[in-house]
């Protein structure tokens, strides 16, 4: 599967972005979908996932801040990110992997990821 992310920018602290990624291949609906990011200078992190049947799996992190969502039908993932940090600031990658690998955070357990898109926060 090919990933394509999008909706990065510049907010405000408090404020609220929305990251899209686009899929393309077959069987996206059988895919778990996730997103990480990366922070300069540290290494990439997950921030959560969600199952072919809408199961979602949180970093602690951002509980309660973000959402992730799933539209099957448009290959579509979507990452709704409200309160936002400044220690939220990263290059955000959306990623695939197989149903084995629900529940698993490690970059190596995502087979597929897009290009990444720029989330800046300021203070």
């Known amino acids: 599967v090919q990933l394509q992310a999008s909706g990065g920018g510049l907010v405000q602290a408090g404020g609220s972005l929305r990251l899209s990624c686009a899929a393309s291949?077959?069987?996206?609906?059988?895919?778990?979908m996730g997103w990480f990011r990366q922070a300069p200078g540290k290494e990439r992190e997950f921030v959560v996932s969600?199952?072919?049947?809408?199961?979602?799996y949180y970093a602690d992190s951002v509980k309660g801040r973000f959402t992730i969502s799933r539209d099957n039908a448009k290959n579509t993932v979507y990452l709704q990110m409200n309160s936002l940090k400044p220690e939220d600031t990263a290059i955000y990658y959306c990623?695939?992997?197989?149903?084995?690998?629900?529940?698993?955070?490690?970059?190596?357990?995502?087979?597929?990821w897009g290009q990444g898109t720029q989330v800046t926060v300021s203070s």
């Open positions: 990623a695939a992997t197989g149903p084995a690998g629900w529940g698993k955070s490690g970059v190596s357990d995502f087979g597929s």
């Open positions: 291949g077959r069987a996206f609906s059988s895919y778990i």
């Open positions: 969600v199952s072919w049947t809408d199961r979602t």
